[in-house]
């Protein structure tokens, strides 16, 4: 019982020590953002040495899939879809996985994150998109594994891994035309419901034009996905102000309706006071 005791205390104490040892990591975890065009772009991976190793060829074995760094794997977020390579993959986060060959590498995007190391299992349906590349050799060895952004235009970007004697450019392509394209249209098409709603609660709460915010809410429902209990709502207390009894009480039972289906104390109050008021 003593000696258990006493191997209880020594190893409270021996953490208490420990835990005010900064534990130095040989190979710093990083992160590095940028923004393209209307892209947010994220990487973080671990930055190993050499330490006076072989790399490739010797540490990493050619042919064998390689994490492209040390620690967790690297993981790329992307906030837009994109294309690696020739291949549309939707946005979300994704490890970088490489096959290294003195040829030609060949790059895989994995849907799996914070793993540590290549799966054990490795599931080809969990490869959304690969590319093959040739590497190039640098002037001089670079000690310590090194990602970064180049070629970067509004569409397109490259992705540039080097480590010892090697550089390998791996391709991306935006979807930049096509987001611009559809926000431009929406843009120039007109106002939308927010925006005639939002100009409606201000006719009725403040410039007190009644009328007009009865035609602006009248739009912004015209262009809604689905009906909002509040809009009609507002909009039936502008018809009171008008003294349009009968349109007022109409709309508020439609917001009665529509804020009981989603159990909105707020909507359903204020419904049932605006038709006791004008009934």
Not at 146 to 175: G, M
Request: net charge negative; charged share 25%.
């Amino acid at each position: 019982m003593r000696l258990l005791f006493t191997a209880l205390i020594m190893s409270f104490l021996c953490t208490c020590v420990s835990a005010q040892i900064p534990f130095l990591p040989l190979s710093p975890f990083t992160t590095t953002e940028i923004t393209i065009a209307t892209t947010k772009i994220e990487l973080s991976y671990g930055r190993p040495s050499m330490r006076g190793r072989k790399i490739f060829g010797g540490l990493e074995t050619w042919d064998v899939v390689w994490r492209g760094g040390a620690n967790r794997n690297p993981r790329l977020v992307m906030s837009e879809d994109f294309y690696l390579g020739d291949t549309r993959v939707k946005a979300g986060s994704y490890t970088l996985f490489s096959r290294p060959n003195p040829e030609e590498w060949t790059v895989y995007l994995y849907d799996e994150t914070d793993q540590y190391g290549v799966p054990p299992n490795w599931e080809e349906d969990k490869i959304l998109a690969s590319v093959k590349v040739k590497p190039e050799t640098l002037s001089r060895p670079l000690e310590t594994l090194r990602y970064s952004f180049e070629e970067i235009s509004n569409d397109h970007f490259t992705l540039a891994l080097e480590w010892e004697t090697s550089r390998v450019l791996i391709p991306f392509r935006l979807t930049t035309k096509e987001l611009m394209s559809q926000k431009i249209s929406k843009t120039l098409s007109g106002p939308n419901s927010n925006d005639y709603s939002n100009a409606a609660l201000y006719a009725l709460r403040d410039s007190k034009d009644y009328e007009q915010s009865v035609a602006w809410f009248d739009k912004a429902i015209e262009l809604d996905d689905k009906p909002s209990y509040w809009e009609h709502l507002f909009r039936a207390q502008a018809l009171e102000k008008l003294g349009r009894f009968q349109d007022a009480a109409k709309a508020a039972s439609f917001a009665l309706e529509l804020a009981e289906k989603i159990n909105s104390d707020y909507g359903v109050t204020e419904s049932k006071a605006l038709l006791a008021r004008i009934k």
